[in-house]
């Protein structure tokens, strides 16, 4: 749950600090009070006024502001958690470095709090051998220094280095601050992830479909990408999502696409997580031209449906001919008795394990929460608590990053 009450936000000085202005309202929206500490450099690129505005707080920069409030002790003491984007290079290494010689660095060396590090620059930069060992001595300190998104950078370069989105900063700052530094832990893994619903069409209109807007699945993709994952996600139909950085997406739209898309990167995956919402059944034929209500022909009234194979289950026979070596989970969506169809569905499927919830009444489709229970195939049964689902995404990943140990 999201229990963050107060939050520093604190800015340095690359052009991504105008990104800084929709992470500090981000914040405000959900009613968190948010203090901002830029640089002197930050404010080169937007000034204290605009911060001020926006937080409803006042701003400064250096430890000779205020300083009968003593501000580093207090705002490092008070804070749920700090995030600092963007994070430049020069940032890092001051971090690294423990230097404390402005009020953001000083806040820093003053907290306890959890702190996420969003750094933005360009690619050569980022891939400096300096600021990569700047990142692996700050993640080994319990920062959270998030994976920068690949795409545009300033003038005309592309590449790895760009600030990730400000509302993808905003969820993940509040998942560290719920469940911890995110670490390292699937660097050099390959994760695949299914997600969404299949549509099965009737002509070229009408469909089969149903409620997944993928938002799990994203979820999980966007946490195991930040633990240092290739992630591939296979997506059919889903709500307005952004793409996590650092995932390679392939789109698909019928249960038959999903299949081959699956199969065909299963090979080289180490875990694969069946979150999409598959179709059981399809249209046998699809009509060419759409359907008439006032035909004779009953093709509306009486579709003729075929069975769609079981994706999961197939991958699970995959792993059994040694075609994977993957770790496989899957989800079980159930409206009643959940628990008793779960073990079943975890027995016929033949995999790792089953993540299952209540889908009753409108609960998880669409939905920014979830909850549930982890069944593995050596019998334990593990709650999921309630949380967003970046959270359940976070305890579910724990549970198969141990069962793939
Ligand atoms: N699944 C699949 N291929 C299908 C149907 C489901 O791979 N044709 C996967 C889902 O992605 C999910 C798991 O199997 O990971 C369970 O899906 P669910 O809809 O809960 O169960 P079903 O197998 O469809 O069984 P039932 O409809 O009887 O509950």
Request: include cysteine.
């Amino acid at each position: 749950m999201n229990e963050v009450s107060k939050v520093v936000v604190g800015v340095s000085g690359g052009i991504a600090a105008y990104k800084a202005c929709q992470i500090v309202r981000g914040f405000r929206e959900q009613g968190v009070d948010v203090r901002v500490i830029p640089t002197e450099n930050a404010l080169k690129f937007v000034g204290a006024a605009t911060f001020e505005a926006l937080s409803g707080a006042p701003v400064d920069t250096d430890v000779f502001s205020r300083v009968d409030e003593v501000q580093h002790v207090r705002i490092g003491q008070d804070a749920d958690v700090i995030v600092v984007a963007p994070a430049t290079a020069d940032f890092l290494a001051r971090v690294a470095g423990g230097r404390a010689d402005d009020l953001l660095t000083s806040t820093l060396l003053m907290a306890t709090c959890p702190v996420v590090l969003a750094p933005a620059m360009h690619t050569e930069m980022w891939n400096n051998r300096a600021t990569q060992h700047n990142v692996s001595v700050l993640r080994s300190r319990g920062y959270t220094v998030l994976e920068p998104a690949h795409g545009r950078l300033t003038g005309k370069d592309s590449g790895a280095g760009r600030l990730l989105d400000p509302s993808q900063i905003v969820k993940l700052t509040e998942t560290v601050a719920a469940t911890g530094p995110i670490e390292q832990t699937l660097k050099g893994k390959r994760v695949l992830i299914s997600a969404g619903g299949t549509r099965e069409p009737l002509d070229p209109v009408r469909f089969l479909g149903n409620h997944s807007s993928g938002k799990q699945g994203f979820a999980l993709a966007e946490i195991a990408a930040q633990r240092g994952a290739h992630v591939d996600i296979v997506a059919g139909a889903i709500d307005h999502l952004s793409i996590p950085a650092g995932a390679e997406i392939h789109r698909v739209t019928t249960a038959l696409q999903m299949n081959e898309a699956m199969r065909s990167l299963a090979p080289q995956a180490d875990i694969i997580v069946m979150a999409a919402a598959v179709a059981d059944m399809r249209p046998r034929h699809a009509a060419q031209k759409k359907l008439k209500k006032d035909d004779n022909s009953q093709e509306l009234s009486q579709v003729d449906l075929v069975a769609n194979p079981d994706i999961l289950q197939g991958l699970g026979e995959m792993r059994k001919k040694g075609l994977t070596s993957a770790t496989i989970v899957g989800f079980a969506a159930e409206t009643d008795n959940e628990l008793e169809n779960a073990r079943r569905k975890l027995q016929r499927k033949g995999v790792d394990g089953l993540m299952v919830n209540s889908v009753a009444q409108g609960a998880v489709f669409g939905q920014a929460h979830n909850q549930g229970w982890f069944l593995d195939s050596s019998g334990r049964e593990q709650a999921i608590p309630h949380g967003t689902k970046l959270e359940v995404a976070v305890h579910l990943l724990d549970k198969v990053e141990s069962l793939h140990m």
